[in-house]
């Protein structure tokens, strides 16, 4: 059996294909969101209608895939921070939002930091004018909680 053309380690290794992957992620997790058609059917539509060659199809896959399966752990994890229910959140927001937690969750190999710029850069591209600061701050607050070891060392 060939190996996945896109799984070459070059081409995962690379920011430019997982900040891709991130925006591919939040689009299609918006659409689950509106539409709550299923994630499969999602990812095919996406993969079928969009260029993914400069895209980390794995992380893609990853998280489309990992935060529909933990929403529930997720929604719950964040809303302590929230000033608002979830229910109230933007829906580019919320999406945002939890890929911002499930990577501080599961994704311990991308640090905290890149976790919360990342998310940060989401929300300037595709949230409302000021999401970003909003973002910001909760992945802010969620961070030392989430992955404590990695935010103590870090502020000494």
Known sequence: MQPAKHMTH?????????????????????QWHISHNSIGDIESQFCANN???KVDTPYFHVL????PSQVTQLDETMQPVLDRPLTQLDPVELATLRIG????????????????????ELAKRFGAQDSHRYINGILDKLAPQLRQEEVRTQKQ
Do not use: T, W
């Open 10 to 30: 070059q081409h995962i290794s690379k920011p430019s294909a997982r900040r891709r992957a991130r925006q591919m992620a939040l689009q299609a997790l918006y």
């Open 64 to 67: 489309l895939h990992g935060i």
């Open 51 to 53: 260029n993914m060659e």
């Open 101 to 120: 937690c499930y990577e501080l969750l599961h994704q311990k190999d991308v640090p905290y930091r890149v976790v919360i710029n990342e998310a940060i």
